[in-house]
């Protein structure tokens, strides 16, 4: 079974910058998170799909991040205009489960971003 | 505001030895626990769990055990391996996991060989 792909795995941009990362979730799995890793600190939760609603984006900073899981498989992140505080590694995860269980979530190796 | 506190960034165990990993949560609303291995450029792995109705869940090598007076929480691994050497988080749920995670800010383990 492929896991939770992601691309790019690298990026470096300006500040003002825009960016956009995609995630690939496992096959049939019909929840996807997007989360923020901050050097030196955990994971941070920015949006949660369930299929392609959206569960909960509280953390998302709305007036520079958006998300979006057309047709409930795929999604991109986008971040404009870009600021040095974004630097961070995005990783997405996805799970089979409607609801419970966050043990079920996979994973991908999250791409890493750079703002100059 | 930090819910979830690993206060040891890094750890060092000789080989065979018991490695503990120590974390301390705030909100007294969690009620599931995670713990997370996490390898250079990977995401991370799901290592065990466990509901606040336990205070302790045990699978192989990894032990975790909840203490919810102190609002405490250790994994325990033993013996400890090289491959045991990576990033280890901490996570806390409410609503027994169904809503999101909160993650700790990592201990990084390092397995003496």
């Known amino acids: 079974e492929a896991g939770v792909a992601q691309s790019p795995r690298y990026k470096i941009i300006e500040k003002r910058q825009s960016v956009a990362f995609w995630c690939n979730p496992i096959?049939?799995?019909?929840?996807l998170y997007w989360y923020q890793q901050i050097l030196g600190q955990g994971p941070k939760l920015l949006i949660q799909?369930?299929?392609?609603?959206?569960?909960?984006d509280s953390q998302l900073p709305k007036d520079r991040f958006s998300a979006e899981r057309l047709k409930g498989v795929d999604s991109t992140l986008k971040i404009q205009p870009a600021k040095l505080e974004d630097s961070a590694v995005y990783l997405c995860?996805?799970?089979?489960?409607?609801?419970?269980?966050?043990?079920?979530?996979?994973f991908g190796p999250g791409t890493r971003l750079l703002v100059l | 505001d930090q819910q979830v506190k690993q206060n040891s960034p890094s750890l060092s165990v000789q080989e065979g030895r018991i490695s503990i990993l120590n974390c301390d949560y705030t909100?007294?609303?969690?009620?599931?626990f995670l713990w997370y291995k996490k390898y250079p450029a990977e995401g991370p792995t799901f290592l065990i769990s466990?509901?606040?109705?336990?205070d302790k869940n045990e699978d192989g090598r990894f032990t975790v055990f909840l203490n919810k007076s102190a609002k405490h929480l250790s994994l325990h691994i033993v013996p400890s391996q090289p491959g045991d050497s990576a990033v280890y988080f901490c996570?806390?749920?409410?609503?027994?996991?169904?809503?999101?995670?909160?993650f700790g800010t990592g201990t990084r383990l390092t397995i003496i060989p």
């Open positions: 995860a996805s799970s089979p489960r409607l609801a419970g269980g966050p043990e079920t979530q996979y």
């Open positions: 096959s049939g799995h019909a929840t």
């Open positions: 466990i509901s606040s109705i336990k």
């Open positions: 996570a806390a749920s409410g609503n027994f996991g169904n809503e999101k995670l909160t």
């Open positions: 909100n007294s609303m969690f009620d599931y």
């Open positions: 799909f369930q299929n392609n609603g959206v569960v909960d």
